[in-house]
């Protein structure tokens, strides 16, 4: 098993995107990339503690690669977008790639460097690429949001 990390907007709609595509074992959200220890959502939302939404993802690299996981990535959010995804606004929603190795670090910097030059983004895309910081699942509550809810996603 392999594990990814993205940041792309609220974790919820991240998780749902990805929670069944073939080759993905197990989605966990939670927090990533700031400078607090075992933050709460609470934390997370005064947007000051530097963590992004995020979600964790241990998939099979026989069944699933990287490089189909960061398709998805970019296609399920505008990664143009600074510190925002739609209306919800901070750097807790940044658009962001947690790489596990340097192997994923080169792959990611290349998938970005070719999304950039599709022509589908009017602006540069903001997505960073950054290494894996500790990973703080989420409170219960979070897990499976949308699926506990009834709801595909965020916005049915």
Request: aromatic residues 12%; glycine residues 8%.
């Amino acid at each position: 098993m392999e594990k990814a990390t993205f940041g792309a907007g609220c974790f919820w709609g991240v998780e749902a995107a990805l929670q069944n595509i073939k080759g993905i074992k197990l989605t966990t959200v939670g927090y990533m990339g700031g400078n607090l220890k075992n933050p709460t959502y609470r934390d997370v939302c005064t947007d000051k503690t530097g963590h992004a939404e995020v979600v964790q993802i241990l998939y099979d690299q026989t069944k699933i690669s990287y490089e189909h996981l960061l398709n998805i990535f970019w296609n399920i959010h505008d990664p143009t977008q600074l510190n925002r995804q739609g209306i919800d606004i901070g750097t807790q929603y940044r658009s962001v790639i947690f790489y596990h190795s340097e192997n994923q670090k080169q792959i990611a910097e290349k998938s970005r460097n070719k999304q950039q030059k599709t022509g589908k983004y009017k602006n540069p895309i903001a997505s960073e690429i950054t290494p894996a910081k500790e990973f703080y699942p989420a409170e219960e509550y979070h897990q499976k949001y949308l699926e506990k809810h009834g709801k595909i996603s965020c916005k049915y």
